[in-house]
């Protein structure tokens, strides 16, 4: 049954400039807005467990993140938790003055920065739904996975009312154990689903335990899990655990270097260019990825400047 929390606004501190209609208009994962009225509205499993869910509204003030915590699911969450989370999740956990010193001074980065200075990545909510993302989303265009992990939080989920538009929110471990089918999902993703809730219900795919190891150890254990591979791996722990300096190589970040430098640009001299960019390798080659393909500079967000 859902229920209301109570609801009480706090405040995020921003460092650096930061435009939160940027993050929310990204188009990562699930996520595909095309429009921005002011709020970005998010629903999810809650760290520590993720059998509490929250239906959470997060509005821009200059400097800070305005955060409601509106509707609610399952065992009272926490909320340090809760705004801890959402933190993450938008890249605002972070003091990204020197992220933004580094990329005005690098001639290469800085003309893709200008275009919109507040962009951050916006993150998975968790390793945990990234990783339920990853099943669903696997070997199919990412349209036919928003519409299957919209399914599956449906059918046996939770749709929370965020801002007074519905949000729905995929199904805490122990329902998603309960799944046996999505329609529209081949059956060999369901025991794929089910390895991944018992993982959570572990402790195996908490952000304070993927981040006790080293990236590649982290990542070899994430692929034991069935249908987690190399690519996956990484996504639920970079994007899911919001790292920021983790170089992972990608086609399209090399097309833009290659065109910024006017050379053909390897994962070898990738990895070279990349010393220069720690501790922010992760957010530049988002940055690049994201913005490379923008034409003109952006306005500067009022934000941490």
């Not at 005005?104 to 998975?124: K, S, T, Y």
């Not at 833009?256 to 390897?266: E, I, M, N, Q, S």
């Not at 960019?277 to 393909?293: D, I, N, Y």
């Amino acid at each position: 049954m859902v229920g209301m929390t109570t609801k009480a606004v706090t405040r995020i501190p921003l460092q650096g400039p930061y435009d939160l209609r940027e993050v929310a208009l990204m188009g990562f994962g699930h996520r595909e807005e095309r429009s921005f009225d002011g709020v970005m509205r998010l629903g999810f499993c809650v760290d520590g467990g993720y059998e509490s869910q929250v239906g959470v509204a997060v509005r821009q003030d200059r400097d800070s993140l305005m955060v409601d915590i509106e509707a609610g699911s399952g065992p009272p969450a926490d909320p340090d938790t809760v705004m801890k989370q959402v933190a993450r999740v938008v890249s605002a956990d972070h003091d990204a003055r020197g992220y933004a010193a580094l990329c005005r001074a690098d001639p290469i980065l800085a003309p893709v920065f200008a275009r919109a200075p507040g962009f951050r990545p916006a993150n998975f909510y968790s390793p945990y739904e990234a990783a339920v993302w990853s099943i669903v989303s696997a070997r199919r265009p990412r349209n036919q996975g928003i519409m299957l992990r919209q399914r599956l939080a449906e059918t046996a989920g939770t749709t929370l009312t965020v801002a007074g538009e519905p949000v729905p929110v995929v199904p805490t471990p122990a329902a998603l154990l309960a799944v046996d089918s999505v329609p529209g999902l081949p059956v060999d993703r369901i025991p794929r689903l089910h390895a991944v809730a018992e993982a959570a219900q572990r402790g195996e795919l908490d952000v304070a335990a993927l981040t006790a190891s080293g990236p590649a150890e982290v990542m070899a254990d994430l692929q034991r899990l069935p249908g987690i591979g190399p690519f996956y791996s990484s996504l639920i722990l970079v994007r899911g655990c919001g790292l920021t300096d983790v170089l992972a190589t990608e086609p399209q970040v090399l097309e833009r270097l290659t065109a910024a430098y006017g050379h053909p640009v390897d994962a070898a001299e990738l990895e070279r260019l990349a010393e220069a960019w720690r501790p922010w390798r992760t957010w530049v080659l988002v940055m690049l990825r994201a913005l490379g393909g923008r034409s003109g500079p952006g306005v500067e967000a009022d934000a941490g400047r």
